[in-house]
């Protein structure tokens, strides 16, 4: 079965983490919860214990903590388009007074949008996604 709503998600339980918040913005409240203090409890929690059974968290991140752990072979990943907010934007944060921080941000910002960029991050999502 493909989930392509919350309302599919309705019989199963989500197993997440305490105080993000983000579970709490984003996930309607009829979808049952398991709280866990860390990734790695979320692991153990949904692999090992049975105490959930889908968790949200971005491919590398579940290929890395899936793999430190011994579970990856039981990782399956779907993305899904109607959770907000499920494309979260990377942000790299620059203090103020760093010197030339507004021209290490145009620097930034014109890298990012250069073409051999977006080459080299697609080669590197394609090959996390390969992994998985």
């Known amino acids: 079965a493909k989930a392509s709503s919350f309302e599919d998600l309705r019989d199963f339980t989500l197993v997440a983490e305490t105080k993000t918040g983000w579970e709490d913005d984003n996930i309607p409240q009829y979808i049952k919860r398991f709280y866990v203090i860390d990734p790695d ?4 929690s949904t ?12 491919p590398n991140d579940a290929v890395y903590f899936t793999s430190k752990h ?7 990943i779907k993305r899904v388009d109607f959770i907000p907010n499920s ?3 990377f942000h790299i944060g620059i203090r103020k007074d760093f010197p030339n ?3 290490l941000i145009e620097l930034i910002d014109e890298t990012i949008s250069s073409p051999e960029f977006q080459q080299k991050r697609e080669h590197i999502y394609s090959t996390y996604a390969n992994d998985v």
Request: glycine share 10%; charged share 15%; proline share 3%.
């Open 47 to 58: 692999f090992l214990r049975n105490n959930g059974d889908f968790f949200i968290m971005s």
């Open 87 to 89: 494309k979260i934007p």
């Open 101 to 103: 921080a507004h021209g």
């Open 41 to 44: 409890a979320i692991m153990h």
């Open 70 to 76: 011994g579970y990856k072979s039981l990782l399956a």
